[in-house]
C-alpha cells in the first residue's frame, strides 16, 4: 500500500469510527479513560522502553538537553498522563448540551445542540504525553482522533496510542476511534492536510514552522495558536507594587510558555519613577532586557530593533517601550501583538473599560499577571491549544472548542408557505 | 497606485475603522441604518439609474432573463432593501453580551464577552441588495466591511455602497467602515484573500466555482455554504399524507434555494404503497424524476447515475432512491449529502432520535420540510449566508455568527503561583 492508500485508510476508518461515536454515551467515555489511564499505569516498563529507544536516538542525534527532558517519560509522568485522563473523565459531556431551544409559531420546535466536530487531526511534535492528552480530550467530547507526533517521539508515541486504543476499545469504544500514523516519513503531513472529506479539523502544536506549514498546505480548516506575544502595560496611574509583582510573574514565573509576558510598555509618566527600580528587579533575575530609545536615557540596557516588537522570545529576554499615551499603547498591542495575552495595570476605572474594549486580544486583563491564560485556570478542565485565531474558538481550547452546533428541528408535518 | 496597493489601502482603513467600530455604540449603529434605509428610499432614481448601466451591460453581454431579472432594480426592490435595514436596526446588538462570567478562587473575575470579529470580506455575485444586507449585518455587529461584487452588477453595488457609506458616516460611524472594491479587475479576489493582515474573515456567496477558488487560495479563513444537497428519508412507518405534503414542499416550493429537496429516499416497506402516488404528484407539477433500479421497477422514469446522488439540481429535478433499512438511508445522507439540511418522515419515537443524532448535518428534522433552514425562519432576523462548514457557525449564519467570544479579566494584582 502506498503512504497515500495507507493514510486514506486511516482516514475512512476514522470517519466510520466518528460516525458511532456521536452519539456513545458518557458513561462508556468516562470508562474508557479510567481504563486506559489503569492500563498505562500498569504498562509503566513497556512505555519507558519504547521512550528509551526515542531517547536513544535523540542523544545520537545530538537533541540539547532540554530537548532530551521534554522527551522523557519517567514513571511520575507516566502517573500525570494517567491522572490527566482522570480529571477529563469527570469533566462534564458536552456532547448533547441544548444551548437554546424554542418554538416556532408554526409549532416547530427549533433546539441549537452540542455535537462533535467529527473527526480531529492532531498534528505535533516533540512530548509524547500529548498523545494522551489529546486523544482524551476528542474521545470525550466524541470525536475520533488521527494523531501524527513528532519522529523524535515516534517509538513513545506509538506505544501510548496503542494501550489507549486498545483500552479503549475493551471498554467499548468502536474500533478507529484513536489511531496514530505509524511512519515517520514527512510527506504524511502533506497527505493527512488533503485529506478533507475524511478530516474535519487540524489542531497542530508545535513550533512556529510546522504551523505556519500547516497554515500554509491544509485544506481542511486549522484552529491554532502561533505566537504568544503578550504585553504588560503600566498606565500613568499604575500602583508600583502591584505593577512590581505583575511583571515579574508574567515574565519570569516561567519564561518559556506563550502566555508568558514579552514586551513592556510604560507610560512617560511614570517610566521615570518606576522603570529603574522594576529593570533592576528583572536584572537581577538574569532577565536580558532591549529598551526603545527613550528607556535607555533611564536604564541601562541593550536597544530594542524593530524585530524586537515583534518577537516571541519564550526566554528570559524583554523588550521595553515608553509610550506617551494611552492610545499609543494600545496602537502598539494592536498592531505588533499576537492577539493573545494582554495586561493594563491601572487605578483608572476609565482606562481600564477602555483598554478590555480595545485590546483586540484573545484574553484581555486588568491589573492580573497574563500567565493565567490557560484550560486549567480558567475552569475548562484541560485544554488542546490555546488559539489565537478569532473564528470558532479564541483563547484556551477545550472540550467546547471540539464540538459545534446543530439545529435539531422537530415537526408535525410543517411546511413552508 | 497599483492594485495591490489599492487593496492594501483599502485594508489598512477597513482595520482602523474596525478598532473604533469594535466600541461604537448601539445607538449610533441602529440611527446609521435608519438612515441609510432613508437614504436609500430618498435615491431611488439615482440607483436606477446606475442599474440601467448594468442592465444595458447585461443585455449586451447575453445574460439570460432570469439573470437579468436578477439583476434589476426596481422601487419596490430598493423599498424592500430599506426595509431590511429597518429590521436589522430593531435586532438585538449581539456585541457585549456576556456569555459566562465566573469568579476564579483567586479572585479574579474572568468573563466570555461577545465581540465583533473584525474586518469581514464579502465576495458575491448578481443581486445587488447583498451589498445592503451584507453590509448592514456587518455594521450592526460592529465590524468593518470590505465589499467585493460582480463584474455584472458593478454599477448597482457602487452606487448603493456610497449611499450607505455616506450615510453611516453622516450618522456618526467611522470613516471606512463600509468599503467597495471599484474596480471589476478579476485579479483584485486574489490580491483580496492574501490580506489575511487586514481581513479576519471571508464570507462568499455565489456559484460553485467562485466558492472553490476561494477556498482553494485564501489565506484568510472563509465561512461558506458550499452545496445545499437535501435529502428527505421516508421512514417504512411515514404518514402517507404527511409524506406527500412535506414532500411536494420540500421539491417544490421554491427549487432553486440551497434548502430545497434534491434525492427523496423511499423505505423499501413503503416504496410500492406510497412512491407511485407521489411520483404522479411531482410529474403533475413537471418535476423530473430520476430514479434508482428498484424505482423504476414501481415507476415511470429516467435512471438515476452515481453523479446525480451527488447534485444539486437547484431546479424541479428530484433523484429517487429505494433504501432496504434505516441505517441505509442515514450512510447515503452522511456519504452523498452536503450536510446542509435532512428530513425523516416517520411515528417512530426510536427512529426520529437516531435520526436526529445520526444525520451530520447543521440542521435535520423530523416531520417538516428542509425548506425552513434560513435565518429568519430560525428567529435571527436575518443571514448572512447558510454554512455547511462545521467550525464557527453551522447552519444560518447571522449577527452572531459575525461575532466571537473574548476572555476579558479584573483582577486586583493576581500573580500565577
Given at each position: 500500500m502506498s503512504l497515500q492508500q495507507e493514510l486514506l485508510q486511516l482516514g475512512r476508518q476514522a470517519r466510520q469510527a466518528s460516525n458511532a461515536l456521536r452519539s456513545l454515551s458518557r458513561g462508556v467515555k468516562d470508562e474508557a479513560l479510567r481504563r486506559v489511564a489503569r492500563d498505562l499505569r500498569d504498562a509503566k516498563a513497556e512505555i519507558k522502553a519504547a521512550n528509551a529507544l526515542d531517547l536513544e536516538a535523540g542523544r545520537e542525534k545530538g537533541l540539547s538537553a532540554a530537548m532530551l527532558d521534554r522527551l522523557e517519560l519517567t514513571d511520575d509522568r507516566i502517573d500525570a498522563m494517567a491522572e490527566g485522563l482522570e480529571v477529563v473523565a469527570a469533566l462534564p459531556d458536552p456532547v448533547g448540551d441544548i444551548v437554546h431551544q424554542y418554538v416556532h409559531a408554526n409549532g416547530l420546535r427549533i433546539a441549537q445542540i452540542r455535537q462533535p466536530l467529527g473527526v480531529v487531526g492532531i498534528i505535533y511534535e516533540s512530548r509524547p504525553n500529548v498523545t494522551a492528552d489529546a486523544a482524551a480530550l476528542c474521545l470525550k467530547s466524541g470525536n475520533a482522533t488521527l494523531l501524527r507526533g513528532g519522529s523524535e517521539a515516534i517509538h513513545s508515541n506509538i506505544a501510548i496510542a496503542n494501550i489507549f486504543s486498545a483500552g479503549a476499545e475493551a471498554a467499548g469504544v468502536p474500533a478507529h476511534a484513536i489511531q496514530i500514523v505509524t511512519t515517520t516519513d514527512r510527506a504524511a503531513v502533506g497527505e493527512i492536510l488533503k485529506m478533507d472529506k475524511y478530516v474535519d479539523v487540524i489542531v497542530p502544536r508545535g513550533g512556529k514552522s510546522l504551523i505556519a506549514r500547516i497554515y500554509e498546505e491544509s485544506r481542511i480548516p486549522v484552529v491554532a495558536h502561533l505566537d504568544g506575544i503578550c504585553h504588560t502595560y503600566l498606565h500613568e496611574d499604575a500602583d508600583p507594587d502591584m505593577a512590581r509583582q505583575v511583571v515579574l510573574n508574567a515574565k519570569?514565573?516561567?519564561?518559556?510558555?506563550?502566555?508568558?509576558?514579552?514586551t513592556l510598555l510604560v507610560h512617560e509618566a511614570v517610566a521615570p519613577l518606576q522603570l529603574p527600580a522594576l529593570a533592576e528587579a528583572l536584572q537581577k533575575e538574569s532577565c536580558e532586557l532591549r529598551g526603545c530609545e527613550r528607556s535607555r536615557q533611564l536604564i541601562d540596557c541593550a536597544p530594542a530593533s524593530d524585530e524586537d516588537w515583534e518577537t516571541e522570545y519564550l526566554d528570559k529576554i524583554l523588550s521595553i517601550k515608553i509610550v506617551s499615551s494611552f492610545e499609543e499603547a494600545v496602537a502598539h498591542i494592536n498592531d505588533f501583538g499576537s492577539h493573545h495575552s494582554d495586561a493594563i495595570i491601572t487605578e483608572s476605572y476609565l482606562f481600564a473599560e477602555r483598554f478590555l474594549d480595545e485590546v483586540d486580544s484573545a484574553t484581555v486583563y486588568v491589573n492580573?499577571?497574563?500567565?493565567?491564560?490557560?484550560g486549567f485556570e480558567f475552569g475548562?478542565?484541560?485544554?488542546?491549544g490555546i488559539s489565537t485565531d478569532k473564528l470558532h474558538c479564541r483563547g484556551p481550547m477545550a472540550l467546547e472548542g471540539l464540538t459545534s452546533l446543530k439545529y435539531v428541528i422537530r415537526g408535525t408535518g410543517q411546511v413552508r408557505e
Open positions: 519570569l514565573q516561567r519564561p518559556g510558555v506563550c502566555n508568558a509576558m514579552e492580573a499577571s497574563t500567565r493565567f491564560t490557560d475548562l478542565g484541560a485544554e488542546i
